[in-house]
């Protein structure tokens, strides 16, 4: 009797300790805590509550994040990132609130990192880098075009692993580069440039929905691809499209050739990624060259 009474007693104290565990720490976050600007991170959300989705707040921006059940657990993972240009360095804070409109908003503080990049000076006729009034319209209509795809929150997250290499090459312009045109500062290289012949087949780095097709003054022929969650990856200076708005994309499918449509001086393919609407190093999230398919 005295056994069975103390087995309860131990039973009440554990059950009460994992209570009060759970209480100061209903949320497990984990996030870096000091990001170089530019990179784009991964956050983790984890909890033992029932709960099916947490908001995140991140430089101005909210998006849902959904938690799947994972044995006793529920998690959830988004990507999150600076732009370089538009960011400046300093401690930044990702809020994390659950859905259910109980609890407390969770705080995590990030440190964002000033980097430098190197400076590229180009040289373009003088007639392509001012634009006329025709051109300035049509600058302005795809950029209200271009801005639309990537405000998309839209979707779950249907990727685990690094991306796919759209093309196989080598990198001939970084992200971040300082960019000197015709002696005047431009804003910064955001997307990297891959050395590709033209007719070479472009692909999509995830699956996902083709959010925008077109061609565009700087871009040239374009396509994004939303892959849910704020996460957009794009491919510009395309000499052909063969994906169209809406169309369900599988990882890896081709969506184009690369050329050098737009205003390049040259063929390659520039690719870039959109997150939660910033443009980030899309580097860090691509597979090691190692991985990289002989296309
Ligand atoms: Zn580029």
Same mark, same amino acid.
Request: charged share 25%.
């Given at each position: 009797?005295?056994? #069975?009474?103390?087995?309860a007693?131990?039973?009440?104290? +554990?059950?009460?300790?994992?209570?009060?565990?759970?209480?100061?720490?209903?949320?497990?976050v984990?996030?870096?805590? *000091?990001?170089a600007v530019?990179?784009? +991170?991964?956050?983790?959300?984890?909890?033992?509550l029932?709960? %099916?989705?947490?908001?995140?707040?991140?430089?101005?921006?909210?998006?849902?994040?959904?938690?799947? @059940?994972?044995?006793a657990?529920?998690?959830?993972?988004?990507i999150?990132?600076?732009?370089?240009?538009?960011?400046?360095?300093g401690?930044?804070? /990702?809020?994390?609130?659950?859905?259910?409109? %109980?609890?407390?908003?969770?705080?995590?503080?990030? @440190?964002?990192?000033?980097?430098?990049?190197?400076?590229q000076?180009?040289?373009?006729?003088?007639?392509?880098?001012?634009?006329?009034?025709?051109?300035?319209?049509?600058?302005?209509?795809?950029?209200r075009?271009?801005?639309?795809?990537?405000?998309? @929150?839209?979707?779950?997250?249907?990727? *685990? #692993?690094? &991306?796919?290499?759209?093309?196989?090459?080598?990198?001939?312009?970084?992200?971040?580069?300082? @960019? /000197?045109? #015709?002696?005047?500062?431009?804003?910064?290289?955001?997307?990297?440039?891959?050395?590709?012949?033209?007719?070479?087949?472009?692909?999509?780095m995830?699956?996902?929905?083709?959010?925008?097709?077109?061609?565009?003054l700087?871009? $040239?022929?374009?396509? &994004?691809?939303?892959? $849910?969650?704020?996460? /957009?990856?794009?491919y510009?200076?395309?000499?052909?499209?063969?994906?169209?708005?809406?169309?369900?994309? %599988?990882r890896?499918?081709?969506?184009?050739?690369?050329?050098?449509?737009?205003?390049?001086? $040259?063929?390659?393919?520039? &690719? $870039?990624?959109?997150?939660?609407?910033?443009?980030? #190093?899309?580097?860090p999230?691509?597979?090691?060259?190692?991985a990289?398919?002989?296309?």
């Open positions: 009797m005295r056994v #069975n009474l103390l087995l007693l131990a039973c009440l104290l +554990f059950l009460a300790g994992n209570v009060l565990a759970r209480d100061t720490a209903p949320l497990q984990n996030a870096p805590s *000091s990001v530019g990179d784009p +991170f991964t956050v983790s959300v984890r909890t033992d029932s709960l %099916k989705a947490v908001e995140i707040a991140w430089l101005g921006e909210r998006v849902r994040l959904s938690l799947h @059940r994972s044995n657990t529920r998690e959830g993972k988004i999150l990132g600076t732009e370089v240009g538009e960011d400046k360095p401690t930044r804070w /990702i809020g994390i609130r659950p859905l259910d409109g %109980k609890g407390l908003v969770h705080k995590r503080r990030v @440190r964002v990192r000033g980097k430098d990049f190197p400076s000076h180009l040289s373009l006729p003088e007639g392509s880098v001012t634009l006329s009034q025709s051109q300035l319209k049509r600058y302005r209509k795809d950029k075009a271009i801005g639309a795809a990537l405000s998309s @929150r839209a979707g779950e997250r249907s990727w *685990s #692993n690094s &991306f796919l290499w759209p093309v196989n090459g080598e990198i001939t312009s970084t992200y971040g580069l300082d @960019r /000197i045109l #015709n002696g005047q500062p431009r804003s910064p290289h955001r997307g990297i440039d891959v050395a590709v012949p033209s007719g070479t087949p472009v692909r999509a995830e699956s996902g929905k083709v959010a925008l097709t077109g061609e565009f700087f871009e $040239g022929k374009a396509v &994004f691809i939303d892959h $849910g969650m704020g996460v /957009i990856s794009m510009f200076h395309l000499s052909s499209i063969s994906a169209e708005q809406g169309d369900r994309l %599988k890896g499918e081709v969506i184009g050739r690369s050329g050098v449509s737009g205003r390049t001086s $040259g063929p390659h393919l520039h &690719f $870039g990624l959109s997150v939660l609407d910033r443009l980030v #190093n899309p580097l999230l691509l597979g090691d060259e190692s990289r398919q002989s296309y």
